[in-house]
């Protein structure tokens, strides 16, 4: 809506009549004049209104970003929906969707085993992100009954063996661990230090092998739990080493190595793993324990699966953007690895919420606070929330909020954002 006006000193709103006349019909246009352009301003207000204010007060700078949508996907309120900010942690819900959408989530991992022509046992990973001692065992308790072999050789050529997360350290610290297309158990330990300064595993089912041992004594840890492997070949290395003790608590006799070697065309597929888990119960996992190295493991697989093997970082990327921008018609996100940690990616509060409605099918897998299911997201001066708030009959209310600045209340904004909506 414009309004111009176009004045000069010959102008006049009514024809050549007496002063007094004059005056009187001049103010009468004058308050006709104010009243139009008051009316102007009151409807430019109301939709600043309706697409910005909330009913209550939180400090949302130009670094911040809130938008609260109702179960339709209208915006009801919003400030700065369009500013590209750091999401964090909520980031892992698209890696999560793309990869639900491209292998379906009754999809599982696989492990394959092969004999070769010397009898040697072939271990090759294809990236199972839950491949954990349990698992390790029960695999122990096949093999052993099936297998007599030489050496344990491990291919992991399913993924680049030197893929660096944007983002991530070297410390100890275990959202810095690698990835890799043969890991086991996150390739993490958890243990502590006896009076005599042993170390002891602290999970039952994890034995603390030499190969772990001597990399923490290495690190010079004390306790708690670390990753303790720097790159995927030695986070292969600690898989086979596990195996091979639970092969060997069994009663497989063994004098062999453990090397590495890619599976070829004279070897015996003997046994293919398919994970216990599903492909949804991973992402429940993912999201729920907010990991950044099963989200990597994803997006790595993905890349994979849909560009060809090697797995590469790029290759994964590559495939979430593109499910963004032809699935969900995100053409401007900027994403270069799928856990969150890196502060390059960026992404809209609008866009989230795209996402949001696409993953609303799967919104059980999220996390659960009365009735609001959500995914946080934490770096240092960074503080993000997204999801969705249930109880209404017409379905949940979606909400986002980042905060890429330091000293924010995350509780006062979900606090805000609930009266809000019941507002």
């Given at each position: 809506m414009t309004f111009i006006f176009a004045l000069s000193s010959n102008f006049h709103p009514f024809p050549t009549i007496d002063p007094a006349t004059r005056t009187i019909r001049e103010a009468v246009w004058m308050i006709w004049l104010a009243a139009i352009l008051s009316g102007f301003f009151l409807f430019q207000s109301s939709i600043s209104y309706a697409g910005q204010n909330l009913p209550c007060r939180i400090n949302i700078t130009s670094k911040d970003a809130v938008l609260v949508a109702d179960p339709d996907g209208r915006i009801l309120y919003e400030k700065n929906q369009a500013k590209k900010l750091v999401p964090a942690s909520t980031i892992k819900i698209l890696t999560a969707l793309a990869a639900l959408n491209h292998f379906g989530p009754s999809f599982r991992f696989r492990?394959?085993?092969?004999?070769?022509?010397?009898?040697?046992?072939?271990?090759?990973?294809?990236?199972?992100?839950?491949?954990?001692?349990?698992?390790?065992?029960?695999?122990?308790?096949?093999?052993?009954?099936?297998?007599?072999?030489?050496?344990?050789?491990?291919?992991?050529?399913?993924?680049?063996?030197?893929?660096?997360?944007?983002?991530?350290?070297?410390?100890?610290?275990?959202?810095?661990?690698?990835?890799?297309?043969?890991?086991?158990?996150?390739?993490?330990?958890?243990?502590?230090?006896?009076?005599?300064?042993?170390?002891?595993?602290?999970?039952?089912?994890?034995?603390?092998?030499?190969?772990?041992?001597?990399?923490?004594?290495?690190?010079?840890?004390?306790?708690?739990?670390?990753?303790?492997?720097?790159?995927?070949?030695?986070?292969?290395?600690?898989?086979?080493?596990?195996?091979?003790?639970?092969?060997?608590?069994?009663?497989?006799?063994?004098?062999?190595?453990?090397?590495?070697?890619?599976?070829?065309?004279?070897?015996?597929l003997i046994y293919t793993y398919e994970s216990i888990f599903t492909l949804e119960t991973v992402v429940q996992k993912m999201l729920k324990s907010s990991s950044n190295f099963m989200a990597n493991q994803i997006l790595i697989a993905l890349g994979a699966s849909v560009y060809g093997s090697p797995g590469t970082l790029a290759k994964g990327v590559r495939a979430v953007t593109y499910y963004a921008k032809n699935k969900l018609k995100l053409q401007n996100i900027k994403i270069v690895e799928g856990s969150g940690i890196s502060r390059q990616n960026r992404i809209s509060a609008l866009e989230m919420l795209i996402i949001l409605k696409q993953f609303k099918p799967y919104r059980y897998l999220l996390k659960r606070n009365d009735n609001i299911l959500y995914k946080t997201g934490s770096l240092k001066g960074i503080r993000t929330k997204v999801g969705y708030i249930g109880g209404y009959p017409r379905g949940p209310y979606y909400f986002v909020i980042f905060f890429n600045r330091r000293n924010s209340d995350m509780n006062a904004a979900i606090n805000c954002v609930k009266k809000a909506i019941a507002h």
């Open positions: 492990t394959e085993f092969y004999r070769d022509p010397f009898q040697n046992l072939k271990v090759k990973g294809y990236g199972d992100p839950l491949l954990t001692s349990e698992v390790l065992q029960g695999l122990a308790d096949y093999l052993s009954t099936s297998v007599r072999f030489q050496d344990i050789i491990l291919d992991n050529t399913y993924f680049f063996s030197h893929i660096n997360i944007p983002g991530c350290g070297n410390s100890t610290n275990p959202y810095d661990a690698p990835v890799g297309a043969l890991c086991a158990n996150f390739n993490t330990v958890i243990f502590r230090r006896d009076g005599k300064g042993r170390i002891i595993s602290l999970e039952r089912q994890t034995p603390m092998i030499p190969f772990a041992r001597d990399r923490i004594r290495s690190l010079g840890l004390e306790r708690g739990r670390h990753t303790f492997l720097d790159n995927s070949r030695d986070a292969a290395r600690y898989a086979g080493e596990l195996l091979l003790h639970f092969l060997r608590k069994r009663g497989v006799k063994s004098r062999g190595i453990i090397r590495f070697g890619p599976v070829g065309h004279d070897d015996t």
